[in-house]
């Protein structure tokens, strides 16, 4: 199986700031490698503050790393001028966590999906207003609502329309960052089943950061465990669940609710003053630890 995403010894460092002096700097990504599969849907959880958001943003260079390389179908993002960046661009894209933000108040929605098209120089400005309507039908929305703002909308129906900008190009590989974490939960399975439909319809490859546990089990095939900016664990998602090695994932996994009423939470503690900064080493077929 070719892998379309290659991310190797990934770092990313914040300078500190302080109001009068320097403080000590972050090192939000250290030394992160994986790779994803054409078509695979790969999971990146962790607590707040493990580095998964961060790591997907310097995938697409949306936050420049400090050091390490990134290779989109053999290309490596990194050493691409800002011209060369944009073009590419069109081959992957991101759905953000949230649906409120990330569309332009004063923009209506379908001139804020047609923008890529647009940037790109993809059809006559006719036929990306065609394209915007159907993208807008794929998604499940009512394409005579293009014209509307983002304010006249639901929280779900916004992540749709994020959800039709980020695929208008036909991308490769989506990083959906944490994309239904900000909505209700009865929203949340028709967006997940959303984004498996179009993975289906159009080949999608997902880079999926999420915190909800339960769902990662439900959807990615492999899942990369992060703490304090290192991966800890890489697994299918099913021996990741079944058979956890690290002791950090195995805590993570202790908080996950029980959906018997009365059944009792065993919470496995972990001392982060134990926590050691040891390299990935395969304990079984596939699976990785940093034991």
């Given at each position: 199986?070719?892998?379309?995403?290659?991310?190797?010894?990934?770092?990313?460092?914040?300078?500190?700031?302080?109001?009068?002096?320097?403080?000590?700097?972050?090192?939000?990504?250290?030394?992160?490698?994986?790779?994803?599969?054409?078509?695979?849907?790969?999971?990146?959880?962790?607590?707040?503050?493990?580095?998964?958001?961060?790591?997907?943003?310097?995938?697409?260079?949306?936050?420049?790393?400090?050091?390490?390389?990134?290779?989109?179908?053999?290309?490596?993002?990194?050493?691409?001028?800002?011209?060369?960046?944009?073009?590419?661009?069109?081959?992957?894209?991101?759905?953000?966590?949230?649906?409120?933000?990330?569309?332009?108040?004063?923009?209506?929605?379908?001139?804020?999906?047609?923008?890529?098209?647009?940037?790109?120089?993809?059809?006559?400005?006719?036929?990306?207003?065609?394209?915007?309507?159907?993208?807008?039908?794929?998604?499940?929305?009512?394409?005579?609502?293009?014209?509307?703002?983002?304010?006249?909308?639901?929280?779900?129906?916004?992540?749709?329309?994020?959800?039709?900008?980020?695929?208008?190009?036909?991308?490769?590989?989506?990083?959906?960052?944490?994309?239904?974490?900000?909505?209700?939960?009865?929203?949340?399975?028709?967006?997940?089943?959303?984004?498996?439909?179009?993975?289906?319809?159009?080949?999608?490859?997902?880079?999926?950061?999420?915190?909800?546990?339960?769902?990662?089990?439900?959807?990615?095939?492999?899942?990369?465990?992060?703490?304090?900016?290192?991966?800890?664990?890489?697994?299918?998602?099913?021996?990741?669940f079944t058979a956890p090695v690290h002791a950090y994932t195995k805590a993570l996994l202790s908080a996950i609710p029980h959906l018997k009423p009365g059944q009792k939470l065993?919470?496995?503690?972990?001392?982060?003053?134990?926590?050691?900064?040891?390299?990935?080493?395969?304990?079984?077929?596939?699976?990785?630890?940093?034991?």
């Amino acid at each position: 199986m070719s892998h379309l995403l290659d991310v190797r010894h990934l770092v990313k460092d914040f300078a500190g700031r302080g109001w009068f002096r320097r403080t000590a700097g972050v090192r939000a990504v250290d030394d992160v490698s994986f790779s994803v599969a054409k078509g695979e849907t790969f999971g990146l959880v962790g607590e707040s503050g493990s580095g998964k958001t961060t790591t997907g943003r310097c995938v697409l260079r949306l936050v420049e790393p400090t050091s390490g390389a990134v290779r989109i179908q053999d290309v490596d993002v990194l050493t691409l001028s800002p011209r060369d960046l944009r073009r590419a661009r069109r081959h992957f894209q991101i759905v953000f966590q949230d649906p409120y933000s990330s569309l332009n108040p004063r923009r209506r929605v379908g001139e804020s999906v047609r923008e890529p098209l647009a940037i790109h120089r993809i059809g006559t400005r006719d036929e990306q207003r065609l394209k915007v309507r159907a993208l807008f039908e794929m998604v499940g929305l009512d394409p005579a609502d293009v014209d509307k703002f983002p304010h006249e909308f639901s929280g779900g129906q916004r992540q749709r329309i994020g959800l039709a900008r980020a695929v208008a190009l036909e991308p490769s590989l989506v990083i959906c960052d944490e994309p239904v974490s900000s909505l209700d939960v009865s929203v949340q399975a028709q967006i997940m089943n959303l984004l498996l439909d179009l993975q289906e319809r159009l080949g999608l490859t997902y880079l999926f950061i999420a915190h909800d546990l339960r769902l990662v089990r439900q959807v990615c095939d492999r899942v990369a465990v992060m703490y304090r900016g290192r991966l800890v664990e890489v697994a299918p998602a099913e021996a990741l669940f079944t058979a956890p090695v690290h002791a950090y994932t195995k805590a993570l996994l202790s908080a996950i609710p029980h959906l018997k009423p009365g059944q009792k939470l065993e919470r496995i503690p972990f001392d982060a003053a134990q926590f050691q900064r040891v390299d990935l080493r395969e304990v079984e077929a596939g699976h990785f630890a940093a034991v």
